[in-house]
C-alpha cells in the first residue's frame, strides 16, 4: 500500500470515529508526521489531501517548510532556547512549549519577523517521569503570567498519554480536556481572554479514544508512511 493509500484510509478511519462520537469531522486535523521520511513522501501525502504535518527538528521544519510552504509545518519536538527562532520561522503551530522561560523567547523571535506566534502548551496529565510538559496545577498561572506577550497566541493545549494501558490513555485523555474547560472558566471570569480551542492528542496506537475526548488535531506517523501498516 503506498503512503497516499494509507493517507486516504486514515483519514477515511478518522471521519468515521469522529461521527461516531457526533463530531463533525472538519473539527480534527489529521496531522502527518513526516519526521522520519524525505521529500518525496511528504508531496505524496500532500497529493492525498494532507495539508499538515509534524516535525520534531528545526533543521527539518525549516527545510521542508521552504519545499512544501503551501502546507502547514507543525513543530512538535523538545524546543532549545538556541533554535527559537528558526523553529518561529518555519511553524503555523508549536505543539511542544514546556517551559514557562520559552514563552518570551518565542514572542521576542515573532516580534522581530512580524509575526504572532500560535503555540500550545505541553502537559504532562498522566504524571510521568519520562515525559515533559507542565502539571495540571502549573498550566492557569503559566497562561496568566504569558496574558502580556502580544506576538503568541495560546491556542490550546497538548499531551502524551502513557503506552498500551487503556485505563491510562482515557485518564489522561478526559484529564486533558477536563483541564481545558475548567481553565476557561477559570481564565474568563478573571477577565483573560484564552480560548484554549485546541487540544492536540492521539497518535498512532491511541488516537481513537483521542477523538471521544475532544481531540482537534491527531498525530499521526508511521499509519501514514510507514510499510508495516498495510
Not at 480534527?28 to 520534531?56: I, M, W
Not at 524546543?79 to 523567547?105: F, G, M, N, W, Y
Not at 492536540?200 to 501514514?224: H, K, L, N, Y
Amino acid at each position: 500500500m503506498s503512503t497516499a493509500s494509507r493517507y486516504q484510509r486514515l483519514r477515511s478511519e478518522l471521519d468515521k470515529e469522529c461521527e461516531k462520537a457526533g463530531r463533525s469531522p472538519q473539527d480534527v486535523l489529521l496531522l502527518a508526521v513526516s519526521k522520519t521520511v524525505d521529500l518525496d513522501q511528504v508531496e505524496l501525502a500532500l497529493q492525498a489531501g494532507a495539508c499538515a504535518f509534524g516535525e520534531n527538528r528545526p533543521d527539518e521544519l525549516v527545510r521542508k517548510q521552504a519545499a512544501f510552504p503551501q502546507a502547514e509545518w507543525h513543530f512538535i519536538g523538545n524546543i532549545q532556547s538556541r533554535r527559537i527562532p528558526d523553529i518561529v520561522s518555519a511553524a503555523t503551530l508549536i505543539h511542544s512549549v514546556s517551559k514557562e522561560a520559552h514563552l518570551a523567547k518565542i514572542d521576542s523571535a515573532a516580534q522581530k519577523i512580524g509575526k504572532c506566534q500560535r503555540l500550545l502548551l505541553e502537559v504532562n496529565v498522566s504524571g510521568e517521569e519520562s515525559k515533559s510538559g507542565f502539571s495540571p496545577d502549573e498550566v492557569k498561572g503559566v497562561i496568566e503570567r504569558a496574558s502580556g506577550l502580544s506576538h503568541i497566541s495560546i491556542e490550546g493545549l497538548m499531551t502524551m498519554a502513557p503506552q498500551g494501558k487503556e485505563d491510562a490513555i482515557v485518564a489522561t485523555f478526559s484529564g486533558l480536556e477536563r483541564l481545558r474547560d475548567e481553565l476557561q472558566d477559570q481564565l474568563r471570569n478573571k477577565g483573560i481572554s484564552c480560548h484554549l480551542s485546541a487540544l492536540s492528542m492521539g497518535m498512532t496506537e491511541d488516537w481513537r479514544c483521542a477523538v471521544g475526548f475532544g481531540t482537534t488535531i491527531v498525530r499521526i506517523g508511521r499509519a501514514i508512511f510507514s510499510d508495516d501498516f498495510e
